[in-house]
C-alpha cells in the first residue's frame, strides 16, 4: 500500500536578550552553574514575575518575519508539570491567545516550492538543566526562565526531506531578525517532530508519534525517516499506533519510548495570574517592522534581478545575513558583482573557515578586500598574486597596499623588463622556439609558463603574450 506521510514540527528558539522573561537574571551559557538565580526564577513563594519587553519585541520580530498576524491583547498561562529541573511546578507559557497565529514559511525542496503554515508562535521560558553522572543527578538552574519562542507548523510537511529545509529555511529567517543564533548543537534552536502516516489520499490523519532528542537537522531528518517506515510496518502487519512521545538514539539510529503523550488537559492550564495580559498597538508593531531587515528570499531575489548573479551564487551569498552584509559593504567600493562574489566565495568564507572567525570578524573587513580588488583592477599585480596578498592580510592584518610594497610583489608591467627576459628565454630553450615557429603554436603556453615561473607569477600574462608572440614570429 501506498501511504502519505504527514508531519508537523515544535520549534524552540532561545532568545538572546540580556536577561530572563521574568526577572533580571542574565541570560548565560556555559557559566558556573547555579550563579544566575534569583527568587522570581528559582520560583520562591511570593516572588512576582516581570515581563521582560524584549522577548516580547523578539516574538513580533519573528511573527512579521513569517507573515504572522499579531494579536494585539495576548496573555500568558501557567502549565503545571513537575520537572525536577523546573522547581516552581508550572512553566509561564502561553496558551489560547498566542502572541502571533497564522503565518507561513516558503521552502524549497529538489526545486518545488512549497509553503509550510505556522499554527502558532508563542512566548514561554525554559527550564533548567539536569546533570546526569556518575555521582548522580546534578542541577544548574541558570537556564530557568530563559525566554524562548515556540513556534509550531501546520501538518503541512509530506516528508522528512521537507522538515530539513523547512528547519533551514526557520532558521535562516530567525538568524537574520537577529533574535537567536540558532545553535542546535548548543540547544538554542530544539525540534520536536510530529508524525503520522494515512493511505495515499485520504482526508483523516492517523495517529501521530513525538520524536525528541535530536541534535542536528540532519539527526531530525534521520528520525523521520526511520519513524515513518517503522509506522509503515506496524500499520501494514495489521498492528495500531499509539500516541507515544519517542526519544531518538543516535548512536543506533533508533527511537525508544520516553512516556505516553500527554494531551494539553493532563496540564492543567490556567491564565496566570501574576502577569497582566499584553498589549501589543499597531504603534509598536509598525516601529518593528521598520526594524526588520530585509529578508533572505527578498534579498537574494534584489541579488539574482538586480546584480546578474545566478540562483546558486545569490543563495550562498544571502544564506547568513552577515554573508550577504559584506558582500554589500565590498560592492560599496568596487562595483563588478560578479568579482566580489568569486571573491567572497572563494577566499573569504574559506578564510572564515580556516578561522572559526565569522564573516563580522573576519581578518579583512570589507573595505581592505575592496582594497586588494582596486589594486587588481589597476593591473597592479596579477590575480595569483592577489590570491597570496589576501593571505598574507588575513595573517597580518595589514592592508593590501601595505603587504604589496613590503614584499614587492607588484605586477611586472614594464615591457623594456619584460622584454630583456623573454629574449633570454627563447635563446635558452631554441629547440622549442624552433618548433613554435614551424607551426607549433600551441607551444606559446609553454613560454608563458616559464615567464611566470621566472617572475613568481608577477609578470602582466596579457603584455607578456604580446611580446612573446612577436618576438617568436619567423
Ligand atoms: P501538542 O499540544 O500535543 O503538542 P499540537 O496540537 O500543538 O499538539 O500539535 C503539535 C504538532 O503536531 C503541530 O505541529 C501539528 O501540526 C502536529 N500534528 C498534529 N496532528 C498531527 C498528526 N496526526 N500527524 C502529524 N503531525 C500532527
Ligand atoms: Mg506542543
Ligand atoms: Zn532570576
Known amino acids: 500500500m501506498d501511504w502519505d506521510i504527514v508531519i508537523g514540527l515544535e520549534v524552540h528558539v532561545q532568545l538572546n536578550t540580556e536577561t530572563k522573561a521574568f526577572c533580571s537574571c542574565r541570560v548565560s551559557y556555559g557559566d558556573a552553574p547555579n550563579t544566575h538565580v534569583c527568587p522570581v526564577c528559582l520560583g520562591y513563594p511570593g516572588s512576582l514575575p516581570v515581563l521582560n519587553r524584549e522577548m516580547v519585541n523578539s516574538a513580533v520580530m519573528l511573527g512579521l518575519a513569517t507573515q504572522c498576524r499579531i494579536r494585539p ?19 509561564i507559557s502561553q496558551y489560547d491567545d498566542p502572541i502571533c497565529y497564522d503565518g507561513y514559511v516558503d521552502i524549497e525542496t529538489g526545486g518545488v516550492k512549497k509553503r509550510i503554515g505556522l499554527t502558532r508562535i508563542h512566548m514561554e521560558e525554559d527550564a533548567g538543566k539536569s546533570m546526569h553522572g556518575e555521582t548522580g543527578t546534578l542541577i544548574d538552574l541558570n537556564r530557568c526562565g530563559t525566554p524562548l519562542l515556540e513556534v509550531v507548523s501546520e501538518p503541512d510537511i509530506a516528508s522528512p526531506q521537507e522538515a530539513y529545509a523547512y528547519l533551514t529555511t526557520l532558521k535562516q529567517i530567525v538568524r537574520y531578525t537577529g533574535i537567536s543564533d540558532c545553535n542546535m548543537e548548543e540547544g538554542s534552536m530544539r525540534c520536536d517532530a510530529n508524525i503520522s502516516i494515512k493511505p495515499k489520499g485520504r482526508k483523516a490523519f492517523g495517529t501521530r508519534t513525538e520524536l525528541k532528542n535530536m541534535n542536528s537537522f540532519r539527526n531530525v531528518e534521520r528520525a ?31 527511537t525508544k519510548i520516553m512516556r505516553s503523550k500527554e494531551d494539553s488537559h493532563d496540564y492543567r492550564y490556567f491564565p496566570e495570574p501574576d502577569l497582566s495580559p499584553v498589549f501589543v498597538d499597531d504603534a509598536w508593531i509598525e516601529t518593528l517592522r521598520a526594524a526588520l531587515p530585509e529578508l533572505p528570499e527578498a534579498r537574494k531575489r534584489r541579488f539574482i534581478r538586480d546584480l546578474g548573479l545566478n540562483e546558486e551564487d545569490a543563495a550562498v551569498l ?19 558583482p560578479k568579482q566580489v562574489n568569486n571573491w567572497v566565495r572563494n577566499e573569504i568564507l574559506r578564510i572564515a573557515s580556516e578561522t572559526g572567525k565569522s564573516l563580522n570578524a573576519s581578518p579583512v573587513p570589507p573595505a581592505e578586500l575592496a582594497g586588494l580588488l582596486l589594486i587588481l583592477d589597476k593591473r597592479e599585480i596579477t590575480p595569483q598574486t592577489a590570491k597570496a596578498v589576501l593571505d598574507d592580510m588575513a595573517a597580518s592584518g595589514k592592508s593590501a597596499a601595505a603587504v604589496i610594497a613590503e614584499k614587492g610583489l607588484k605586477q611586472i608591467s614594464d615591457s623594456g623588463e619584460l622584454e630583456a627576459l623573454i629574449e633570454s628565454i627563447i635563446r635558452e630553450n631554441a629547440a622549442e622556439a624552433l ?6 603554436t600551441k607551444l606559446l603556453a609553454f613560454f608563458i609558463g616559464l615567464v611566470m615561473r621566472a617572475t613568481k607569477g608577477q609578470a602582466d600574462q596579457s603584455l607578456s603574450r604580446d611580446i612573446l608572440t612577436a618576438k617568436l614570429e619567423p
Open 73 to 91: 491583547f495576548s496573555k500568558f498561562a501557567r502549565k503545571n508539570y513537575f520537572y525536577p529541573d523546573l522547581p516552581k511546578g508550572y512553566q
Open 224 to 254: 523521520l525517516i526511520y519513524e515513518a517506515e517503522r509506522q509503515r510496518r506496524v500499520l501494514e502487519s495489521g498492528g495500531t499506533i499509539v500516541q507515544q512521545t519517542l526519544l531518538w538514539d543516535d548512536q543506533s539510529g533508533s
Open 318 to 336: 544571502t544564506s547568513e545575513k552577515e554573508i550577504a552584509d559584506y558582500f554589500e559593504a565590498v560592492l560599496e567600493r568596487c562595483h563588478d
Open 435 to 440: 618548433r613554435y615557429r614551424n607551426g607549433e
